[in-house]
């Protein structure tokens, strides 16, 4: 895959009165603090604009990147970081649920997850949030190469299952990729592509 030419870092949002208005797409990337966001972005970039940070849960920003002309990557703050402070996981709380509250029915949504994990009470609760807001939202299992086929096969039933348990209807895409060996990134820059062209754009914008 190769990386995207125009891919810049537009906006950082460490308050809800400094979303921006975009005119491009969004595409938000959320997960656990550690679980790759930056490493992915800088990968479908083919830069370092994404800060990885080498301290679990230090991000407590929203980065906004411009890639290609129609879309803007959204880096959400990892959450999760147990030697984060209460006070502090309610901060990183409120700023992402103002941001969802801007987003539109047909926005693009990935959830990064170590392809090793379980989805855990944070990851239903964002899903369910992005579901009721009409946002198309698929798993990403990260660090891929760690598993064979039959264990991938075995894992994306297992969040099937769970899926399910909850009582949703709908269908839970999930991908498996690795920046390591380059696997998948393909198969996301098709999905991006795909989301790019269609036709009706959805606007993120903090009123």
Known sequence: ????????????????????????????????????????????????????????????????????????????????????????????????????????????AFLLMDCLRNLEEEEKILLAGLWDRGVQSEILFTKADRMNQAERQARKRAIEEQWQAEGWESVLSCHFISVKSGEGLKELSQILSRYEKEKDLPTSKYD
Not at 72 to 88: F, I, N
């Open 1 to 108: 895959m190769k990386p995207h030419q125009n891919f810049q870092l537009l906006c950082t949002a460490y308050r809800s009165d400094q979303f921006p208005y975009l005119r491009e797409k969004p595409v938000l990337f959320l997960g656990r603090s550690n679980v790759g966001k930056s490493s992915l972005l800088n990968t479908l970039g083919g830069s370092s604009k994404a800060k990885v940070s080498k301290q679990p849960g230090k991000t407590r920003s929203i980065n906004f990147y411009r890639y290609g002309k129609k879309l803007c990557l959204v880096d959400l703050p990892g959450y999760g970081y147990a030697k984060r402070s209460q006070t502090e996981r309610q901060s990183w709380g409120e700023l992402v649920g103002s941001y969802m509250e801007t987003l539109k029915g047909g926005t693009l």
